[in-house]
């Protein structure tokens, strides 16, 4: 299976997801010249280039570019299940069973590998220190956080509920979430045989406060100092926005000073001076 994971760049990204797409194509121009050969129609390799295009590749009309609205059928652009040949839905329920157990017993075994044990006993010893961290900590909560691809963190500070998610290098925080009204289809393994199953979940969303890329000062590589990364960033707007002395006494302060300030001397906050 592709690993986007572990591409860094855009042009990486961008590389492996043509040659999927490349991969997809061909593997799928093959199964409809089949089709049409079955059905004994002539041309069937021409038909299948023909098929794919008109109702794949769809492009804006001014610029060329490929268009990603959802709207379109689409191509896979990873070998995610073989291009789609060997999904779920392609197996017997038995099929399923085993394929499930197998992957199971695969990743049980990886767990008790020497590797494994060091992997978890890492991420114990990271937990714990974030723990830790966090006992020290007044009005902060958080709820959930891990992952890789993305790497997300839900949870509080002082009473502000927050979401924090980093992808490919780049990340955002999202201050003060509420119900958006949009819902996804999340897809779950049935544990007894790997069958998909799927249910609506809503989404949440906040006021973005705060974005960059993980090259920032202070980002840390540990869950703790990421942690405390994300709840300096939240505590450092909160300031910014609580802060009366750039807007309400500025024009004194500069006047006593006897120039413009480009920061404000209290909360750090950028002021313009135009």
């Given amino acids: 299976m592709v690993d986007f994971a572990h591409v ?23 199964h409809l010249a089949a089709a049409f050969e079955l059905h004994r129609c002539p041309q069937p390799e021409t038909l299948a280039d023909l098929a794919l295009k008109a109702l794949t590749d769809w492009r804006y009309i001014d ?10 059928p689409r191509l896979p652009e990873s070998d995610f299940h073989d291009y789609g040949f060997d999904c779920v839905c392609t197996r017997t329920p038995e099929d399923r069973r085993r394929s499930w157990q197998k992957w199971r017993q695969g990743l049980a075994a990886i767990w008790e590998s020497p590797e494994g044990q060091q992997i978890k006993a890492d991420a114990q010893t990271a937990e714990a220190d974030l723990q830790a961290w966090l006992a020290g900590q007044s009005d902060v909560i ?10 997300e963190w839900t949870g509080e500070v002082d009473g502000h509920s ?113």
């Fill in 162 to 274: 927050f979401y924090f998610c980093e992808r490919r290098g780049e990340w955002r925080i999202e201050l003060d979430l509420r119900p958006s009204g949009r819902f996804v289809r999340t897809l779950t393994e049935d544990d007894s045989d790997g069958a998909g199953q799927c249910y609506e979940r809503e989404l949440d969303e906040g006021d973005v406060i705060a974005s960059g890329t993980i090259d920032v000062e202070g980002y840390g590589s540990t869950p703790a100092q990421r942690a405390d990364f994300i709840i300096d960033t939240i505590r450092v707007h909160l300031a910014r926005q609580a802060c009366t002395l750039h807007r309400d006494n500025l024009p004194s302060i500069q006047a006593s000073l006897g120039g413009v300030l480009s920061w404000c001397p209290a909360c750090g906050t950028r002021l313009s001076t135009s």
């Fill in 142 to 151: 958080v709820r959930s956080h891990g992952g890789w691809f993305p790497e």
């Fill in 63 to 72: 610029s060329g570019e490929r268009c990603r609205c959802g709207c379109h």
């Fill in 8 to 30: 860094r760049s855009e042009a990486e990204y961008r590389e492996q997801l043509e040659h999927a797409r490349a991969e997809a194509r061909r593997r799928y121009r093959d």
